[in-house]
Structures are given as structure tokens and as C-alpha cells.
């Protein structure tokens, strides 16, 4: 019988009785290894090296059918100016130009779909939806691990409870260091004593008496 | 006992084997090669209850145990998180190392191996990907985790393997993965690329059902991601998908014909090439196309590649098979021509109008060529265009008075063809029949020129040794001779018995007339007389005339016979002369056989 390839100039194959076989092998055994320490060191790079942000956020409690350890992560501020003057689609991957407002907090310059020229930090983002020059994004760093018996105290919070996510950026991915009400851990949210205590501190303090989660000295200077 | 069935082949074999035509190892060897269709039809056969059950039972207590760990994961420490999907990465990839070891490439169990190693793939990575969360892209997980699954299909030659990686692929192009990622698109075919020389290896090993499985899961992965992909663009790229289809298509026509594998090359090819071109006949696919505002890098130089492509393989594999190939290679160079034509602000009814004809003439051949026998799929195929065609006109465009012109000669060519095919395959019925009938056995052969010569013999049976080709005039003969008129025997009053009796009463008077001619060819051999040969000089013709006894036999016959069968055409003066009496026989003594002694 007769096997001829179909393009006889072209002799791309891998025989699994070759000589190197083992070799190959060795190679995709520690590639295979290497990714999976990929994942794990990528997380902790941005988690030691990233940049330190304060974002307003909300927690939600996930739905599964399994149940989960972690709680979903909203941040209100996902709308922004489109900077280009092509129209971004649904689900393109766009950049969030982003600095920091006179109280510390993360503020959103604008969206793009190439990285910002001026060096600025930007976090990487996904198109909810696109409207007159102004984009809806969503940034992937949207869980908080959380056991699950203390995830039942999001019931108890309040509207105006001032949520605040301490996160880490570097080179456009994100990690959720912790997410703080009233300055109060959320892990501590069930503890209702040292909520009130921190509800009532807020609520004798003025806007700008208010203190904030990191100290100044943590946050970069501004880049010229 | 039922045919084709193990018992019946036993039985087949061992009647071989008692036989002699088939040694006892040869005997072995058949058997241990349907062995494993009788492991496949067991395997086929309906499980039973309580296996079912088990299985029901097994998946159940799974389930308890992934719920259980699901509310203990979050006590799981990072650490041993990481552990275990680093041993259960270890412990398949140890599998498909041992699968190797042992050299069961290929077999039910690799399949078996490569699929666990592909599943432990998902499953680690995802472990690792939600405790080191920084966000969940589904594309990009399925596709690291396809990468990381692909060296198994060439270790283990797994289809199975193959197969999850051509769905991960899709899966990574249906959720916009190549949008987002480095590469685009391009990197879509580079992916697809890379399965391509499992082909080889496959060739390598003969293994033809991974072959079939291979082309049908490569051709049908293609296309579908083709078309996925073809979803984000701002236009549809009909070039590129055209010079892709009959790239596929001239793959396909390298493979040799009679292999299952080469199959569905050139069937998606041919399906896709006409698609592409019938996407082309449509107004609003070309103005995607004058509205493209950027040079297009990766589909250029793609494109420009498979153009490459084709022409090697014209060139080099696609010999035998000219016109088919021929005909399709030419849908890419109509639709790069129509695309330089509209990207060169040159915008007008060409390109319709070019499609459309050639579309047409694709419909017409494919049409033809299924009126030839065992070619039934081609007729359909011809079908299938001609109404794409028309639904085309009918939904894709407005209505033109050019519409019913081109039903017109399409139909009018169908006709045409029809016919033209009707008469010839009469006739190659005609000619097939007289062929079988030469088929026959010699016997048989023997026994139809019998009855055709008894057909074409005279009332008058002919004497045996009567040859047609013989009687034909010699032109080699003298002239002197063709007028000479010899008597039959029947007119000579010598029948059968009578010559026999002639020759044996007057043997010494005249030359016997030989009973077999093939035996004893006949020479005609005047005797000269040693003595007085001047003076008893006798003309031939005379001679002749009167002394039958030398003159072979069928000479004298064949005459009779060509004055019988040949009727005059023209009226001939000599038409009306009165017949030539009957002239009295004289069987007289040859002046010659008293002459040399030989008789007396």
C-alpha cells in the first residue's frame, strides 16, 4: 500500500520510536511543570512588587452549586472616557489609564486600546459596553478569598459604609490584598462590636478627618 | 452459519489451511488480526444492569466527594493546594511515560492514557489559576492548557488527544481568544499548523483509521474555526477562505484516491472553495471589502502563502488528476484578480458578473461529471450549486434581467450535456456488452463462431478445406491464370466419395485432392517431362482446362462462388450472354502422366 504525504518537499513529523523521544519528553514534563509555577509566581510578583491602590468596591456573595471561597468583587467605578477615536468592541481587551485623586484614592483617567504613552499605570480591562465616548470596563481582579462562615456578614452592610479594596497593580494585572469597611477588615465584618465602634468613629469624624487604609508614605510619589 | 461473522471466518480459515493455500503461522496471523473485532463487538454489546447502576453509583459518590472537598477547600493551605496538583500532573504525565515505555502508541489504552493526561492538564491548571487569582479568562486557560495537551497526541498518537485540542481551539476562537491575544488570527493558524505533522507521523505508523479520524477532525476544525473567526472581521475574508479551501482541496487530490483519508480534503475543499466563490457574487461581500481601511499584514502574507502552497503542489502532487483541481485552483485566481479590481477604486459589475459565469461553469462540470457511473455525489454537488446560485440571486442581490438570461444557457447547457452524455454512455453500453462477450470461454467462443459460420454458410455446405481468406483474388497470380475457370468438383461429377474414389481407382492418372488441408498444403507443381519437352509443348492454358486432377480444388470453387454472391451493380453487355453451355466431361489421360516414368 501506498502512503504518500501530501506535500513531499515538507517532512515536519515527530516518530514516537525516535531517538530523542525521551528527551522531548524530559522537555514537556518540565514545561507542563513550569507553567503551573507560572501561575503561582506571577500572583506573588504582583502581590510583593505591584504598585499599592485604594478603589471603592462592593462585595457580593457568589452563587454556586458547590459553594465557594470567595466572595465577588464590584467596583463602581468601571466607566470611563474613551480616549481613541476607533469605538472599542464588546469584550476587546482595553488599558485603564489610572492615577490617584487628593484623598489617595484610585482615580480612572481614561481608556484605551493600546497602553498609555506618558508611563502612567494603567490596569488591563475588558469591554462591558461602549456609549458616546464612554466605556464600561471590567478589570479581572474581581475575587477576595474569604471563608465561608464569614462571608454571611455582607448582609450587614450599610449603604453608607465606606468600602474600600486595598489592591496591587503591576503592569496591568491586579491582586485584591484586602477589602476594608469603615477601615474595618472584612473578615472582621461579622464581628458586630467592632463594627459599631467603627461606624460610630465615621460618623463623628468629617470627610477630611477621614483616615486612609495605607499610609502616605506607601504611595509612590507622582511621575513628572 | 452467517457470513462475515468470527465463527464463519474460522471455519473459512481453517478450510484454507486443509486446503493448502495457507500455512498454519498465515492462519494465526489472520486470526490474531480479527481478534480485535471480536473485542470491539463485545465491548458493543449492551452493559448490564448492574454495571450501569455501579456506573450510576460511582458518579454519584464522585459527586459527594467534590462537595465535600469544595467546602473544606477554602482550609486547604496554598502550599498543599500546589502539591496536589503537582502530583496529579506528575502521576499522568508518569502514565503517558510508561504508555511510551511499553510502546502501546496508539492502542485503546493510549487513547485511554492521553485522555486523563489531558483532563489532569485542565484540572491542575485550574487548581492553580483560582488560588493564585488575578482574574478568570476562560480563553486563555482553555488555550495554555491545548498547548500543554498537544505534545500527547504525537507521544501516544492519540486522536482522542487531537480531538480535545481541536475543540479547545474552537472553544479559545468561538470566546474571542484570538482577538486579545499576541498574533491574532495568525496565531489561530499557527496553532492549527502545529497538528499538521501528526499527519506524518500517522503516515508513518500506516495507522489508517487514526488517518481517517485525523483528516475528518482537522478538515471539519479548520473550516469551523475559519468561520468563527470570520465572525470579528469588519469583512468576509472570501479571498483568504477560498485560497484556504483549495489548498485543502489539492492536499486532499495528493493522497491517493482510493484512501478513505483523502476523502473529506476534497470534499470540504471543493465546498468551501464554491462557497467562497458564491460569497463573491454577492454586492454587499465586496463593499466589506473597498471599505477596508488598513493593509491587512497576516491575511496578506497568509494568503500569499497558500497561493504558494497551491502552486507546489500543482506542480509536484496533483499530476494524475488535472481538470478537477484545475478548474478550482482557478476560483482563488478569480477572486484575487476581482480583489485587486475593487481595492484599486476600479469598483463595477466585473467581479459579479465573473463569479457569477464561473460559479456557473462549476455547476455545469460538476453536473457532468456526475452522469458518469459511481459519480452520483458530483451530481448533487452540481445541484447543491446551481441552487445556492439561485438563492443567492434571489435573497443576496436585487433582481437582475441578467437572472434569467443565465438560467437560461445554464439550463440549456444541462440539456446539452444530458444528451451528449446519454449518447455516449449508449454507446459504452454497446461497447461494453461486445466486450463481454469476448470475455467468454474459449469453449463458448468455439461454439458462437460454429453457429455464426453456420449461420453465414451457404445452403450448400462448403467443403472442409474452404477458406474465405484464400479465396480472396491473388494478385500475385499471373495474368493468364485469372482467366482460368476451373470446374467444381460437383461439376467435375466428383463428389466426396467421388474423388475418394477417384483417387483411389485413377491414383496413378491424377493428383488426389488432399483431405486435410492444413496437413498437406496444397502445391501446384507442373511435372515437366524430361524428354521432348519442346516438341510436345502443350499451352498451360489448355492444359489446364482439361486436366482437373492438378488444380487445387478452391480455386475453382471460389470463382463459383464469387460469380454467385455478386451481383452485377451496373448492367454489363455480357449480363445478357446466354449461359456457357455445359461442356461434356472428359476425363482424359494427361498428356503428362505418360511422360517421366513416374506413372504409368
Known amino acids: 500500500m501506498k502512503f504518500s504525504p501530501p506535500l513531499q518537499g515538507i517532512h515536519l513529523s515527530f516518530s514516537p520510536e525516535g531517538r530523542h523521544r525521551w ?17 503561582g509566581w506571577r500572583w506573588h510578583n504582583i502581590y510583593v512588587d505591584g504598585i499599592p491602590y485604594q478603589w471603592r468596591a462592593v462585595p457580593r456573595l457568589e452563587i454556586s452549586t458547590f459553594g465557594t471561597d470567595y466572595v465577588r468583587v464590584v467596583f463602581p467605578e ?24 487628593a484623598s489617595g484614592l484610585m482615580k480612572v483617567e481614561g481608556a484605551s486600546a493600546s497602553k498609555p504613552d506618558s508611563g502612567s499605570d494603567y490596569m488591563r480591562a475588558e469591554v462591558v459596553s461602549y456609549e458616546d465616548g464612554r466605556v464600561q470596563f471590567q478589570v479581572g481582579f474581581d475575587r477576595y478569598r474569604l471563608s465561608p462562615e464569614m462571608a454571611d456578614g455582607i448582609y450587614s452592610l450599610r449603604t453608607d459604609d465606606s468600602i474600600i479594596a486595598s ?36 460618623a463623628g469624624r468629617s470627610l477630611f478627618d477621614r483616615p486612609h487604609l495605607v499610609d502616605s508614605g506607601m504611595v509612590p510619589p507622582k511621575e513628572e | 452459519m452467517r457470513r462475515n461473522t468470527n465463527e464463519w471466518l474460522d471455519h473459512k480459515v481453517t478450510d484454507w489451511v486443509s486446503k493448502g493455500w495457507i500455512t498454519e503461522e498465515a492462519r494465526e496471523k489472520i486470526r490474531k488480526s480479527y481478534g480485535r473485532d471480536e473485542q470491539r463487538t463485545s465491548f458493543l454489546t449492551p452493559l448490564p444492569l448492574y454495571a450501569f447502576l455501579s456506573a450510576l453509583g460511582f458518579a454519584a459518590v464522585v459527586m459527594a466527594v467534590i462537595w465535600g472537598l469544595s467546602q473544606l477547600w477554602y482550609y486547604v493551605s496554598v502550599p498543599a493546594r500546589m502539591t496536589l496538583a503537582g502530583v496529579l500532573l506528575l502521576v499522568t504525565q508518569a502514565g503517558v511515560g510508561l504508555a511510551m515505555f511499553q510502546k502501546r502508541q496508539g492502542s485503546a489504552a493510549a487513547e485511554g492514557i492521553a485522555l486523563v493526561h489531558c483532563l489532569g492538564i485542565f484540572v491542575v491548571l485550574a487548581m492553580a489559576e483560582q488560588t493564585f487569582y488575578i482574574g478568570w479568562d476562560a480563553a486563555s486557560y482553555v488555550i495554555t492548557c491545548a498547548v500543554l495537551c498537544l505534545p500527547v497526541v504525537y507521544f501516544l498518537c492519540s486522536v482522542a488527544a487531537l480531538v480535545v485540542y481541536d475543540l479547545s481551539l474552537l472553544y479559545w476562537t468561538a470566546s474571542g481568544g484570538p482577538v486579545n491575544t499576541f498574533g491574532g488570527m495568525g496565531l489561530l493558524w499557527l496553532l492549527l499548523l502545529l497538528a499538521v505533522p ?37 469583512y468576509i475574508p472570501f479571498l483568504l477562505l477560498g485560497s484556504l479551501a483549495v489548498t485543502i482541496m489539492l492536499v486532499g487530490y495528493s493522497i491517493d484516491i482510493h484512501q478513505s483519508w483523502g476523502v473529506p480534503f476534497r470534499w470540504f475543499g471543493r465546498f468551501a472553495a464554491v462557497g467562497s466563490l458564491l460569497i463573491s457574487c454577492l454586492p454587499f461581500a465586496w463593499d466589506g471589502i473597498a471599505q477596508v481601511q488598513n493593509f491587512h499584514w497576516t491575511t496578506d502574507l497568509v494568503t500569499v502563502l497558500l497561493f504558494v502552497s497551491m502552486a507546489g503542489m500543482m506542480t509536484k502532487t496533483v499530476k494524475k488528476r488535472l481538470w478537477s483541481p484545475a478548474l478550482y485552483v482557478v476560483i482563488p485566481v478569480i477572486l484575487a484578480f476581482e ?27 460538476e453536473t457532468a461529471q456526475g452522469f458518469k457511473p459511481d459519480h ?15 438563492l443567492a440571486f434571489v435573497f443576496g442581490t ?46 463458448r467462443v468455439r461454439n458462437d463462431d460454429a453457429l455464426a459460420a453456420e449461420e453465414q454458410a451457404p445452403e450448400e455446405e462448403l467443403p472442409v478445406w474452404y477458406s474465405p481468406e484464400e479465396n480472396k483474388p491473388d494478385e500475385t497470380v499471373e495474368e493468364w491464370m485469372k ?73 475453382a470453387v471460389s470463382q463459383e462462388k464469387a460469380k454467385e454472391k455478386s451481383p452485377a451493380v451496373t448492367e454489363s453487355p455480357w449480363s445478357h450472354m446466354k449461359p456457357e453451355p455445359k461442356r461434356k466431361k472428359h476425363f482424359t489421360q494427361s498428356p503428362w502422366s505418360h511422360q517421366g516414368g513416374k506413372s504409368e
Open chain 2, 339 to 365: 480583489t485587486i479590481l475593487v481595492r484599486s477604486a476600479l469598483y463595477s459589475s466585473i467581479p459579479l458578473i465573473l463569479s457569477s459565469l464561473y460559479i456557473v461553469v462549476l455547476g455545469v462540470y
Open chain 2, 376 to 390: 452520483q455525489a458530483h451530481l448533487k454537488f452540481g445541484i447543491v450549486i446551481f441552487v445556492s446560485v439561485v
Open chain 2, 483 to 555: 482467366d482460368v475457370r476451373i470446374p467444381s468438383p460437383a461439376e467435375l461429377g466428383l463428389g466426396e466419395s467421388g474423388i475418394e474414389a477417384s483417387s483411389d481407382t485413377n491414383s496413378s492418372k491424377a493428383g488426389s485432392v488432399p483431405a486435410n488441408t492444413t496437413d498437406s498444403p496444397m502445391v501446384f507443381t507442373l511435372s515437366v517431362p524430361a524428354e521432348s519437352t519442346e516438341n510436345d509443348f502443350v499451352p498451360p492454358r489448355q492444359v489446364i482446362r482439361e486436366t482437373t486432377e492438378a488444380v487445387p480444388q478452391q480455386m
Open chain 1, 78 to 101: 468601571d466607566t470611563t472616557q474613551w480616549l481613541d477615536e476607533t469605538p472599542p468592541e464588546v469584550g476587546q481587551q482595553i488599558y485603564v489609564a489610572i492615577s490617584r485623586d
Open chain 1, 23 to 39: 528527551l522531548v519528553f524530559g522537555l514537556v514534563v518540565l514545561i507542563q511543570f513550569a507553567a503551573l509555577a507560572y501561575v
Open chain 1, 167 to 202: 489592591i496591587r497593580i503591576k503592569r496591568g494585572e491586579g491582586v485584591i490584598e484586602g477589602i476594608f469597611v469603615n477601615g474595618v477588615p472584612l473578615e472582621q465584618l461579622s464581628n458586630a462590636a467592632v463594627m459599631d465602634k467603627a461606624r460610630a468613629e465615621k
Open chain 2, 198 to 234: 501528526f499527519y506524518n507521523t500517522l503516515i508513518g505508523l500506516r495507522d489508517e483509521r487514526r488517518l481517517s479520524v485525523f483528516s475528518w477532525v482537522m478538515t471539519i476544525t479548520v473550516f469551523i474555526a475559519f468561520g468563527l473567526a470570520a465572525q470579528t472581521t469588519e
Open chain 2, 398 to 443: 436585487h433582481f437582475s434581467p441578467l437572472a434569467p438570461i443565465l438560467a437560461i444557457i445554464v439550463l440549456a447547457l444541462i440539456v446539452f450535456q444530458f444528451r451528449r452524455m446519454q449518447k455516449d454512455k449508449k454507446t459504452a453500453t454497446q461497447r461494453a456488452s461486445r466486450r463481454a462477450k469476448l470475455r467468454h470461454s474459449a469453449a
